[in-house]
């Protein structure tokens, strides 16, 4: 298990509770679950870093639970009561310095301090949808929701927000427009934050410059969009929406520069690679996948048999040259550990990477991702 | 000259076709002919290999079975595996759960869009008699989302809403009343009572068994668990009625039988009310909520439907 989870670069949790690490390297999937009593109440609601070393996985539970995966390990480590489910699900968590920040849909906004009992509070406002961290400045965290506009909080300054966000000018109706942010997203080496909302559109705010409005608000499809992500490479942003849509939108005039296609069902999680031009998405359709930002083909297409509701990449490199890559798939089932982990079946996987390209650089992924799907998969079936 | 010319078989020149004749009568003539010595020398090749594996006897390569689409069909993923445990946990604690658990008995309200015309009032009340426990509502433009918590308040299980377009039903919504999944459906092929040939009389208040053939992958299964669900649990089998889902092809066909035991081996089967087939064109989280919800799966038409052996249900 320590070197399953070590290998694993992908971590997604799911709706039944189980933080599912995936290995592109060893083309396998693991489960990863304690002591084999699931319950719908530990559904993972958000996942993320405990530390920048990315050795632990913060996993935040449904009824309130908050708990540390060791990544070189392979076990929990600790749980934390942050809240109960009458607070509403986790709407997003961040480590700062060593503390703990929970953010819970009711609005509730705690900072838990290691060793001590006291936290900060702050009431964000109900109905929250999303909380993220700046990961440039680690005491700035962004709130937003459902009729709950877009705040930006310093949390070494709690009481009040450094930047709210105003509503847009009311519609050519005169009515006033609905805010629902769904997701957000902090531009790097900027001040700039990005948001999608429930209505379809995608703003950008600039908390440095006078106006409260967006600076650039853009459009895409019908549908609420639910998840978006930053890629390495400035200028875009990728957003998915509930019908199973993932565009790549750019930042400079809001046009729709490409869809990913490939997705059924709703967007739940979706995250870029810090470096290479990779994106993960997981959603309601049972699938993670993998496309590559360059030409927006499918790399990797992993069933995993739970809804997904948060994916988290590591920053290393996902896949590994050539040598070790190779199209069948073995069966790993071993038994429960007496601590109570239980390793379970990995999932055969649609390869498309070549066994005989020692190039392992996008030029080979990308000309075998056109071949890869008209390939027949060999599976090994028990 | 002429002599030899005379002599040799009147022959076609090569490279020729039978399309190039220009007199019809003549053309469809000779492509008569063309046909039937086609059709000979098959036959004659049959014959042969007939009698070559007569004459092998025991020693004869094993009948070559014919490929179908079925056996072709693209091996999917997510076919579920009886034994898996993960599966099992999720379906045993899905919205469908309290049913499963006996813990709540089907209630299915029928209605239709607004303003249906006769094939579909019709289609409605069979389809009423054959779903034990429902009870059909004339649809006065209400809203659904206003419908749906007056149904659950009224303790209803299910809500079925049948589409009409142009006098005709064609598309269907089922939707899982507390918090269920709403399964959205196009209907085609839709046959009454009185259009079906040799019928038996009409359906008992009994609750019919159901049959759900061919459900495999994991949205074949919520699918089929969504159909199962719409019926009371136990069967009465007085009644001898049973209601097939039968999935082929992700065409899902509705049928309608009493059965009778004649002997111990032979049934005789009579078809009683209505038929029809569906296919499903998206699976939503939540109840009905088509702009603010969340898909479970969508039919997409130019990903999903490009390679004719690939099925998702």
Redo the contacts between chains.
Sequence with gaps: MASKSQSCSIWVGS??G?LKGVSLSKQQAF?FCEMSC???DQEVCVLEWGDPLESEVLVGCANGTVKAFSTEKGIFTESKECGDATQGKFTGLAMMDGSLVTCAESGILKVWKEGCTDTIEINVGNGVCRMRQNPSRRSQVATGGKENPLKVWDLERPDKAIFTAKNVKNDWLDLRVPVWVRDIGFIPDSDKIVTCT?YHQMRVYDPSSPQRRPVLEAEFG???L?ALSLPASQGTVVVGN???QLAVLDLRKGLVRGCL??L???V?GLQCHPTLPLVASCG???FLRVHSLEDRSLLHKV?L???LNCVLLSSRNLELSGADLSGEVEEVKQEGEEDGETD??W??M?TVTDKTNKRATEKAAEENAVKGPKKR?K?AK? | AKADSVEEEAAFPPNFSVSEIKNKQRRHFMFMKLKQEKRKRKLELKKKRKKEREALGDKAPPKEVPKTIENQRI?D??TV?PE????A??EG?DEFSSYFNRLTNPKVLITTSDRPRGRTVRFCEQLSTAVPDSHVYYRRGLALKRVIPQCISRGFTFLIVINEDRKVPNGMVLCHLPNGPTAHFKVSSVRLRKEMKRRGKDPTEHSPEVILNNFTT?LGHSIGRMFAALFPHDPQFIGRQVATFHNQRDFIFFRFHRYIFKNEKKVGIQELGPRFTLKLRSLQ?GTFDS????????H?RH??DSSRRKFHL
């Design positions: 709706e039944t189980i489960n699931l319950s719908r429930g019908e549908y609420p639910t509930t019908h199973g296609k490939g059924a069902g709703g739940r309601l359709d049972r069933y048999k739970s809804r379970e079946v999932d055969a649609e998969r599976v028990k | 091996y993923e997510t595996n898996d445990e993960e599966v946990f999720d604690t994991r989280k702009k603010y919800g969340e898909y479970e799966w969508v997409k990903e999903m």
